[in-house]
């Protein structure tokens, strides 16, 4: 039996969980990551076209702050977001970004003078400043006012995760590889670490820890074309659920990204419509201004995946023998731009569907893309319910995106939560608190328990196939629990998942029998948790009864904040159990900053809670008061919803801006 | 493809072995597979996985020639899996694991751990004064024009295709390749990196390092991301010549 002891444990080699690695290895405390793939192979590398933070250095992001790009994301989340959370985010974006300048990504830069960009189809001319050259630029995205997503041309994530990765060598942090944690280790209430499988050898190890943190990323891959990397299975999320203890937040949250290429379902970057990009229907039409007249391309990504298949049920999609697609139009940006901002996309197009998209058009359709859902945490980033454990990146329910995410949110959440949660990991393991009481016979049976399951999935006889239930879930997913839902498709999905689980217990590893490196054994019992995780995504969306972000029900179309304004939280309590138990947490307006309101997209069709209109007065109120004093606009701020105080000491300061605080 | 053309039927074949299991030995193992329009070696090998052999071992993290996990020999010359379209290649297609790394099994190798003991080698992060900076302040500034050539070479993959093309590294196994080296131009290109031209040449001005290449310049051939790996190589010669001058 193989025993690891360290003070925290890292299961995901991504940006969010190496950035906990190298936070908690600041504090002194001794950190060991496991990673089912070399850790600059994680899925963080494909996030192409930015990261958001309100720096405000480009003549389009002149006037952007916190303010904004709070107001933007609480907007986009169709107000799902914890907007405390929200705000600590913005609050440390800048400095998310800054942190990483000096780790060494080489962030596009300002350069003074005039250039030429496409808005709205039209060339125009930007005149960038002289004071703000060389300074970190940003790129257009949907959804925000201002310009405000940083990139590296379209290798942004690449970028950042090759930085935090060489950072992470430079502080030795111990990176465990092709190690997956299968199941986590709890006693009397408390995390105590996870049994891990070596992946090349088949050896169970248990690691046992002070803290555990999960930052696995989504659960893509229940779906059966999705972007995500093949490794987003979503075992993080399932191995939580699994312990009966820690909980999930507002799984059905499922983003679908407009520009997925066909049929592989590879990304091309939301940069590229930022950047100037168009969509076109099968006549070359340009759709979207008669859907979002104002927004158009640039609605938020949930508005523009509905707009895109609402054109194509109308008959106006491009017909291929993969199904209906429309198109993207790069071209007008010109090849040199392509050449240098969209080499990515450039590549994609050349290698998978043998196009110049200088010349040609993409095709592309709406993707399973992004798991606005999670592990369900507090600020701290630790569940709810279970102590010791703590999540944070896609793995989480932080939660920030609510029910739906903005482009360029995403990496940026990666790091700013695995800087904030590493502080309050640490504050942990410097206490008392955390000192370990769990018995070695504890951790022996737990790995017992794991290996039993691993014998019996090889030696079962008259099993299931595990690809004939996987295919099914797959496509039942897409099929059911999509972008447009409805209550009796969303039943079907939920009784035949239920009876895929239950046959998933009785599944036979066929002809591969090793117990090292054996890829159908991964499938079998892979498959075994994702069925888990697909239940608490179709039946959270069968029981939500409104349509909310990218929770859309056709036959409840209105965001109903009377009756739903609140998070879906499903757990596991009994193993027996074949569907999940779901509670709901209220989401409270007498706080809220900014009171749930109009997104601004299609017809409002709102019912609003009968508290929001006492919140939206106090909050004018307060605000026309102190702006008759002279209150800057921190001081309004934390008078309407006071956060700065949750926030580790060392990232509470005002941030610098051109013109601002310098 | 026109509704009357047949499809090909692809004779893939695989070396196999799996070291974990002692009455392996390397061979050779042919899997039939139908080709579809846009198929591509991660179709091929997943469908192969899913319907003749599912132990069948090999990588692939991204499908989407992003994240470098997947490179392996096609027909003998290195290359990323994931964007290889079957298309492109005749009816027979031999793959085998790139050489050189430590085989997981099959397809499948371990080059997370070369490429890590690399890294720490060449310690290919900044080395900045050890001040505390302050990231409420404005970042520091950088010539648009830098960072794109930065980025340049910060677009490696890391996916060994290069070294797996070196014949200098076949004689030498300790030589850095030429990912090593993109890494230390890129390094020494970046104003934020305070290493200076003498500690650049304790890491590579050597045998195993700059001076070991032979030219061959196969790296630059099979690069799936088109590096300008020949230039760099010859960029540190000079400075590295330099420098030994100036000493």
Known sequence: ?662 | MSEEIKPRILKINVLRFDPNDKNDFPHIETFEVEEADGMTLYIALNEIREHNDNSLMFDFVCRAGICGSCSMLVDGRPTLACRTLTSKLGESITLAPLPLFKLIKDLSIYSGEWMRGLNERLETWIHDKEEELNFDKLEERMEPELADEIYELDRCVECGCCVAGCGTIQMKPDFVGAVGLNKIARYHLDPRDKRDDEEYYELIGNEDGVFGCMTLLGCEDVCPKDLPLQSKIAYLRRMMIKTALKN
């Open chain 1, 1 to 662: 039996m193989k025993i690891i002891y360290t003070d925290v444990l890292i299961i995901g080699g991504g940006l969010a969980g190496l950035r906990v690695a190298t936070g908690v290895k600041e504090r002194g405390h001794d950190a060991v990551v496991l990673t089912l793939v070399p850790p600059k192979r994680s899925h963080s590398s494909a996030a192409q076209g930015g990261m958001q933070a309100s720096l405000a250095n480009s003549t389009m992001g002149e006037g952007d702050n916190e303010d904004v790009h709070f107001s933007d994301t609480i907007k986009g989340s169709d107000w799902g977001a914890d907007q405390e959370v929200a705000r600590m985010f913005v609050h440390c974006a800048p400095k998310a970004i800054r942190e990483l300048a000096a780790w060494g990504v080489p962030w596009s830069r300002v350069k003074k003078g005039d250039r030429t960009a496409i808005i709205n189809a039209q060339k125009v001319t930007i005149t960038e400043k002289e004071e703000a050259h060389g300074l970190i630029t940003a790129r257009d995205f949907g959804g925000t006012k201002k310009w405000r997503t940083c990139y590296t041309s379209d290798g942004t994530g690449h970028s950042m995760l090759y930085a935090m990765d060489n950072k992470a060598h430079k502080e030795k942090i111990e990176i465990h590889e092709r190690q997956e944690a299968i199941s986590l280790i709890v006693d009397d209430g408390r995390c105590y670490g996870a049994v891990s499988r070596n992946l090349m050898t088949g050896e169970l190890v248990a690691y046992v820890s002070k803290a555990t943190t999960v930052a696995t990323g989504g659960y893509g891959r229940i779906y059966s074309v999705s972007t995500n990397a093949i490794i987003c299975q979503g075992i993080g999320q399932a191995i939580a659920l699994e312990t009966g203890i820690a909980t999930l937040g507002n799984m059905e949250a499922i983003q679908f990204h407009p520009t997925a290429i066909v049929p592989v379902g590879i990304l091309t970057t939301e940069g590229c419509r930022g950047d100037g990009g168009l969509l076109l229907d099968k006549d070359g039409y340009r759709f979207m201004p008669d859907y979002e007249p104002d927004k158009k391309e640039l609605a938020s990504r949930d508005v523009v995946s509905r707009r895109m298949t609402e054109h194509i049920r109308k008959g106006k999609g491009v017909k291929s023998r993969y199904g209906d697609h429309l198109w993207l139009d790069i071209t007008i940006l010109g090849r040199e731009h392509i050449e240098k901002n969209l080499r990515e996309v450039k590549e994609i197009c050349e290698n998978f569907l043998g196009i110049d998209p200088a010349v040609d058009w993409i095709p592309v359709r709406p993707t399973q893309h992004y798991s606005m859902g999670g592990i369900r945490t507090k600020y701290t980033g630790e569940s709810q319910t279970l102590k010791g454990l703590y999540s944070c990146g896609e793995a989480a329910c932080w939660d920030m995106h609510g029910f739906n995410r903005l482009g360029g949110n995403s990496v940026s959440e990666t790091v700013v939560a695995g800087m904030l949660i590493a502080e309050y990991i640490s504050d942990f393991c410097d206490s008392h608190e955390s000192s370990m009481h769990i018995h070695s016979s504890k951790i022996e049976q737990a790995l017992a328990v794991e290996k039993a399951k691993i014998e019996k999935l090889l030696t079962n006889t008259n099993g299931e196939d595990t690809y004939v239930l996987r295919r099914r879930m797959e496509e039942i997913m897409m099929e059911k629990v999509g972008i447009f839902r409805n209550g009796k498709d969303l039943q079907e999905a939920v009784d035949e998942l239920e009876e895929l689980y239950k046959r998933s217990q009785n599944i036979e590893v066929h002809r591969s029998k090793s117990r090292a490196a054996n890829p159908a054994l991964v499938n079998a019992y892979r498959t075994q948790k994702m069925l888990k995780v697909a239940l608490t995504v179709a039946y959270g969306a069968l029981l939500r009864q409104e349509s909310r972000g990218a929770h859309s029900r056709e036959d409840f179309p209105e965001r109903d904040d009377e009756n739903w304004l609140k998070r879906t939280i499903t757990s596991w309590p009994d193993a027996n159990q074949t569907l999940p138990t779901v509670s709901y947490e209220e989401i409270p307006i007498g706080n809220m900053e900014l009171p749930p309101g109009w997104r601004g997209y299609g017809k409002d069709l709102t019912k609003h809670h009968h508290a929001t209109p006492g919140r939206q007065a106090t909050v004018d109120a307060i605000k026309a008061q102190l702006e008759k004093d002279g209150a800057d606009r921190f001081e309004i701020q934390s008078a309407l919803m006071p956060y700065l105080e949750k926030l580790p000491k060392k990232y509470r300061g005002i941030n610098e801006r051109l013109g601002e605080n310098v």
